[in-house]
């Protein structure tokens, strides 16, 4: 299916804080072992099963941390089967419950160097950017480094810093095998895509993100568009569009495999960004 893109969310943080069952999905799989689990429809969190244990990419917020956790028992798991989180960058829509989450699991969290330091110096642009959230600070245990795969029983997830978005923006790829026919799918998640810091009126307030970000972004792009992606992921799904087709999934019929929607997504992205400079 040929990449779509939604309007986003109105409100989303004071829905999910006063009225989160209108955002309300259950878990459903998007790829082999790998299912979106936020169990709202505003920030994709995504659960993958290395056969070893869980890998949790981004957390969400800690008002819907609960949506989180019931997806994972939903799917048969338990929060302590998730061994290792991975942030992909320091927004509080991302790891707003990250705290909660690492404590609950006793995981191993992972995020860039470059956003630790983000979130630390500027928590007014990172944690604290909405009066209905209330995420906590947490401790980071580890740091990601582009030649360095964080393997975990028989997946391999590769990351690449794409800053622009934030300045420690961080992007996955890992490979997943169909059991129904031994193929090999190549996934893979842009850490976040973000018009709203890209553009000039942000980075006259800013006081850590610069305009060089943004032209680094569009550098990253035409890098990014030649990696090989058969199933695209949204860390928005929204961005993506995925909810379409939550409960269809099968082995056999793979609804998200598309190896177009990568580079049409990334193409998207810098066109918005693009808008904005007019």
């Known amino acids: 299916m040929s990449f779509r ?18 955002l309300a999905v259950e878990p459903f799989q998007v790829a082999p072992h790998t299912w979106y689990v936020a169990g709202q429809t505003w920030v994709g969190c995504y659960l993958i099963d290395t056969g070893e244990g869980l890998i949790l990419l981004d957390t ?72 209905d959230s209330h995420p906590q600070e947490f401790t980071v245990d580890e740091y990601y480094a582009d030649d360095e795969p964080i393997t975990m029983g028989n997946v391999t997830i590769r990351t690449m810093l794409t800053p622009g978005h934030t300045i420690g923006c961080t992007s996955f790829f890992w490979t997943v095998k169909n059991p129904a026919n031994g193929e090999e799918y190549v996934v893979g998640m842009h850490g976040g895509v973000g018009a709203n810091t890209m553009n000039d009126q942000y980075y006259a307030t800013s006081k850590y993100l ?24 949204p860390s928005h799904p929204n961005q993506i569009t995925v909810t379409d087709r939550a409960g269809t999934y099968t ?28």
């Open 210 to 233: 610069t305009p060089d970000l943004r032209e680094r972004f569009f550098a990253d792009a035409d890098k990014l568009k030649q990696i090989h992606v058969d199933i695209a992921l």
């Open 60 to 131: 969400a917020i800690p008002e819907s941390a609960y949506m989180l956790v019931d997806s994972i028992y939903k799917l048969g798991f338990r929060p302590t089967d998730i061994k290792k989180i991975l942030i992909s960058h320091a927004h509080f829509d991302h790891c707003g419950a990250a705290r909660l989450m690492k404590e609950l699991t006793g995981a191993t969290l992972y995020m860039s160097r470059e956003d630790t330091e983000f979130m630390e110096k500027c928590p007014e642009e990172t944690l604290v950017l909405d009066k």
């Open 5 to 22: 893109c939604s309007p986003a969310i109105k409100d989303p943080v004071a829905t999910l804080a006063y009225r989160p069952w209108t």
């Open 251 to 278: 082995d056999e019929s793979q609804p998200y495999l598309d190896t177009t929607v990568w580079a049409d997504f990334i193409d998207e992205r810098v066109r918005q960004v693009k808008a904005l400079m007019k």
